[in-house]
């Protein structure tokens, strides 16, 4: 079973460049997970066949939202966090905007496992949403996934808007304290890692070079000078249950690119 997960910066630009429906016909994902489609279905003249398809738009027009195509219909599928759950968290940031409106998370139930997409809310240039990210957001997005892996394992997926170590940036010094690399934003991740996530592609390639993100400027992507926000995280469990992960850099249309793992043939 192959996993994809990309953040498309706006599917109907992708598409309208025809790189969308090139990209599923190259690598034909079981399963994608999408972040910032910046869209609601509706608006959006594209038609996967035998594929279903979840998505959760921002109440905003024109901004974040998350979807999951897949070719094995879920058990169930949640938008957002669940009700009940939500109630124990703040999502909304200094400016009083609310992040559990932005269209962020979806889960996906299936037969052996959760699959979650999450969109998590960049701290912004100012940092005027690290303390939600490092307060709430991280935290709970955590418990959510604790939660569900009470019951099965979990996949989560998707842009976390953060770079784990000095290995998942080009210029880790400069941009020390920047939104993406607070220690903030790091220790966040690094909880997920305590918890016992795992993060697929370090199980296979290690070293610095491998981004997911490239800035707009300077000619960012031609020279690697990138970014690896972007990861497919598994509860321990499942570790060995990963044959591959992989950075697909080659995959243009957006200023990310997609992020994958193939899990063996039981799934």
Not at 172 to 196: H, L, M
Request: charged share 25%; net charge positive.
């Amino acid at each position: 079973m192959k996993i994809y997960s990309w953040n498309v910066n706006g599917i109907r630009a992708v598409h309208k460049k025809g790189l969308f429906l090139s990209f599923l016909e190259a690598h034909k994902p079981d399963i994608l997970c999408l972040q910032e489609t910046k869209a609601e279905r509706g608006q959006v003249e594209i038609e996967v066949p035998n594929t279903f398809e979840h998505w959760n738009s921002a109440v905003k027009k024109g901004y974040s939202g998350t979807a999951i195509f897949s070719k094995q219909k879920p058990l169930k599928t949640i938008n957002g966090f669940p009700n009940d759950f939500a109630k124990r968290f703040t999502f909304a940031d200094e400016l009083k905007r609310d992040s559990a409106e932005e269209g962020r998370v979806i889960t996906a139930e299936f037969a052996k496992f959760h699959l979650v997409t999450v969109y998590t809310p960049n701290a912004k240039d100012d940092l005027s949403r690290l303390g939600l990210r490092h307060k709430h957001w991280d935290p709970a997005f955590l418990a959510y996934c604790k939660q569900l892996e009470k019951t099965k394992p979990v996949i989560f997926c998707g842009d976390l808007n953060v770079a784990h170590t000095e290995l998942d940036l080009a210029n880790p010094k400069p941009n020390r304290g920047k939104k993406g690399f607070t220690d903030e934003e790091r220790a966040g991740f690094q909880a997920f890692v305590d918890a016992g996530f795992v993060d697929t592609f370090r199980l296979f390639t290690q070293g610095n070079g491998h981004y997911s993100w490239w800035s707009h400027f300077a000619n960012s992507r031609a020279r690697n000078v990138g970014w690896r926000i972007d990861y497919l995280m598994v509860s321990d469990g499942l570790r060995g249950a990963v044959k591959s992960a992989q950075i697909h850099p080659e995959v243009m249309g957006s200023d990310h690119c997609p992020v994958s793992i193939t899990l063996d043939s039981t799934f």
